[in-house]
T-cell receptor, first 114, second 113 residues
Framework: DAKTTQPTSMDCAEGRAANLPCNHS???????VYWYRQIHSQGPQYIIH???NNETNEMASLIITEDRKSSTLILPHATLRDTAVYYC???????????????FGTGTRLQVTL | SQTIHQWPATLVQPVGSPLSLECTVE??????LYWYRQAAGRGLQLLFY??????ISSEVPQNLSASRPQDRQFILSSKKLLLSDSGFYLC????????????FGSGTQLSVL
């Protein structure tokens, strides 16, 4: 699986958009980009994933560059409850009956402030 | 809806004692099951995964073992705990199709003293 690079930490003011970058320059054509977040002392929570096209759901938007070498997770209106560690993961899609083995790095610690 | 239960939430064990952590999933059948460990200040490390009853794959050599005696039950065990086994243990499940999302339990904080 391709390696990802994320900033160690970021700050964001409450109510503003939080833009979390991720570099995955060695990504291959069949690898998906996943984002999870982990609030302190809890299990990680799935946010969003995509292959080529930009994606949006009720939690966030995922912007993937045309060459797929980087992506940005956007939280449109950050709140204090969005303070967490955010993980960017790339993973090849397995076939039916295979396991979704995801490798979590150290992620970006997002601190949302008043 | 699907839920995942993991217990206990915290555990303090002496070095050399046995370990058994249990995880059960409700509301789905034939899930893929996973055990992850997170050391303090570190990322999550995949320890074991299972695609069916009795089928266990180990990702890293270690002092731990896993078993899946029933479709929705996943157990993490050790015969003799080491200090280095301390950490935050997380159970997770996913569906069977490709690119399925992982759903995590609330975790067990294990301290080996």
């Amino acid at each position: 699986d391709a390696k990802t690079t994320q900033p160690t930490s970021m700050d964001c003011a409450e109510g503003r958009a939080a833009n979390l970058p991720c570099n995955h320059s060695t990504i291959s054509g069949n690898e998906y980009v996943y984002w999870y977040r982990q609030i302190h002392s809890q299990g990680p929570q799935y946010i969003i994933h995509g292959l080529k096209n930009n994606e949006t759901n009720e939690m966030a938007s995922l912007i993937i560059t045309e060459d797929r070498k980087s992506s940005t997770l956007i939280l449109p209106h950050a709140t204090l409850r969005d303070t967490a560690v955010y993980y960017c993961i790339v993973r090849v899609g397995g076939g039916t009956g295979t396991a979704s083995k995801l490798t979590f790095g150290t992620g970006t610690r997002l601190q949302v402030t008043l | 809806s699907q839920t995942i239960h993991q217990w206990p939430a915290t555990l303090v064990q002496p070095v050399g004692s046995p370990l058994s952590l249990e995880c059960t999933v409700e509301g789905t059948s034939n899930p893929n099951l996973y055990w992850y460990r997170q050391a303090a200040g570190r990322g999550l490390q995949l320890l074991f995964y299972s695609v069916g009853i009795g089928q266990i794959s180990s990702e890293v050599p270690q002092n731990l073992s896993a078993s899946r005696p029933q479709d929705r039950q996943f157990i993490l065990s050790s015969k003799k705990l080491l200090l280095s086994d301390s950490g935050f243990y997380l159970c997770a499940w996913s569906g069977r199709a490709s690119n399925e999302k992982l759903f995590f339990g609330s975790g067990t904080q294990l301290s080996v003293l």
